[in-house]
Each structure stands twice: as structure tokens, then as C-alpha cells.
């Protein structure tokens, strides 16, 4: 049995969740998530608890089970509170700013890189170097996050380049002389 699929989904006050069909939709303080999922599941609201079932212990519906509970886990989190990814930019010259509702680095090309506005998703940036990733959504954080990190990513040898907060790069010697 999935142990995570098992677990009921405490719904927490301020978030409404409603589930038709094979359809659920959450509603919290900070938006709206509507999301489809496979039919053959059962999703149900239970005093105040989402539940999920599956009909049989095949394969397919095994790792369907824990997914589909985690997806709407992931939804209930994010309207109530969201999610946020830090980004630090490390070199000489490397700074981020907020152009409007994107987001513009310069991070040691001859051109600075732009990240337009996307929906959902909010930047804030501290200290020019501190780069703060915000949304409801932890699928589109953490990719809007990974393609930041992406333009340039951190090198072995200066550590410069930009990475998460909590990453830790492993670090090479130099030539030896």
C-alpha cells in the first residue's frame, strides 16, 4: 500500500476545495488552482479531509495513487501559503533588478539577460545579489528557479555563477604549480 496516498489532506481554514468528478478546484487567500486528474481515482471530501482511493492494486494505479495525493497536497499549500525558491548570484558584477513584473541580470555576458513576466509568479531581489522566486504553483517555481540558475550556472573552481541558497558547490583545486 502507497503510505503517502493513504495519508488524508488536512484542509485548512481560508482554503475551499472542491472536487467534481475527476476534477478539483482549490480556493485560498493567495488564488485559484483547478487541476484534472485520472478518472479510475477516487477523490473524495471528508469532513474537512481530502481523501484519495484507487479502485485496484495494479501498477499504474499504485503510482497514480501517491502522485495524484501529492498534486493536491501541492495545490492546498499553495493557495494558503506558496512557495518560494532563493537564487544568490556569486561573481564581480553580478546583479539582479525587477524591470517591471521580469526580472533583468547582468551576470558577465556583454548583454544583460531578461526574464519576462510570467503569470503567477512574482520576483523580489535583495541586496542586488538575493534573488527570491514566488508563486502558487511548486512545479512553475521551481522551473521558473532551474532556468534562472540556468543563464549561468555555478563553476567548480571561483564557485561564481548563479545557484539555490542551500546548494552547496562542490568545489576543485587549481592548476598545480
Same mark, same amino acid.
Given at each position: 500500500?502507497?503510505? $503517502?496516498?493513504?495519508?488524508?489532506?488536512?484542509?485548512?481554514?481560508?482554503?475551499?476545495?472542491?472536487?467534481?468528478?475527476?476534477?478539483?478546484?482549490?480556493? +485560498?487567500?493567495?488564488?485559484?488552482?483547478?487541476?484534472?486528474?485520472?478518472?479510475?481515482?477516487?477523490?473524495?471530501?471528508?469532513? +474537512?479531509?481530502?481523501?484519495?482511493?484507487?479502485?485496484?492494486?495494479?501498477?499504474?494505479?499504485? @503510482?497514480?495513487?501517491?502522485?495524484?495525493?501529492?498534486?493536491?497536497? %501541492?495545490?492546498?499549500?499553495?493557495?494558503?501559503?506558496?512557495?518560494?525558491?532563493?537564487?544568490?548570484?556569486?561573481?564581480?558584477? #553580478?546583479? @539582479?533588478?525587477?524591470?517591471?513584473?521580469?526580472? !533583468?541580470?547582468?551576470?558577465? #555576458?556583454?548583454?544583460?539577460?531578461?526574464?519576462?513576466?510570467?503569470? %503567477?509568479?512574482?520576483?523580489?531581489?535583495?541586496?542586488?545579489?538575493?534573488?527570491?522566486?514566488?508563486?502558487? !504553483?511548486?512545479?512553475?517555481?521551481?522551473?521558473?528557479?532551474?532556468? $534562472?540558475?540556468?543563464?549561468?550556472?555555478?563553476?567548480? #573552481?571561483?564557485?561564481?555563477?548563479?545557484?539555490?541558497?542551500?546548494?552547496?558547490?562542490?568545489?576543485?583545486? +587549481?592548476?598545480?604549480?
Amino acid at each position: 500500500m502507497s503510505r $503517502i496516498g493513504k495519508k488524508p489532506i488536512v484542509v485548512p481554514a481560508g482554503v475551499t476545495v472542491t472536487v467534481d468528478g475527476h476534477k478539483v478546484t482549490v480556493k +485560498g487567500p493567495k488564488g485559484t488552482l483547478t487541476k484534472e486528474f485520472n478518472k479510475n481515482l477516487t477523490i473524495a471530501l471528508e469532513d +474537512g479531509h481530502v481523501v484519495v482511493t484507487r479502485p485496484d492494486d495494479s501498477i499504474e494505479m499504485r @503510482a497514480l495513487h501517491g502522485t495524484t495525493r501529492a498534486l493536491i497536497h %501541492n495545490m492546498v499549500v499553495g493557495v494558503s501559503e506558496g512557495f518560494k525558491k532563493v537564487l544568490n548570484l556569486v561573481g564581480v558584477g #553580478y546583479r @539582479a533588478a525587477v524591470k517591471g513584473k521580469g526580472l !533583468e541580470l547582468a551576470l558577465g #555576458y556583454s548583454h544583460p539577460v531578461i526574464i519576462d513576466e510570467i503569470p %503567477n509568479i512574482t520576483f523580489a531581489v535583495e541586496k542586488n545579489t538575493t534573488i527570491i522566486v514566488e508563486g502558487i !504553483e511548486k512545479d512553475v517555481v521551481g522551473q521558473v528557479a532551474a532556468v $534562472i540558475r540556468s543563464k549561468r550556472a555555478p563553476e567548480p #573552481y571561483k564557485g561564481k555563477g548563479v545557484k539555490y541558497a542551500d546548494e552547496v558547490i562542490r568545489r576543485k583545486e +587549481g592548476k598545480k604549480s
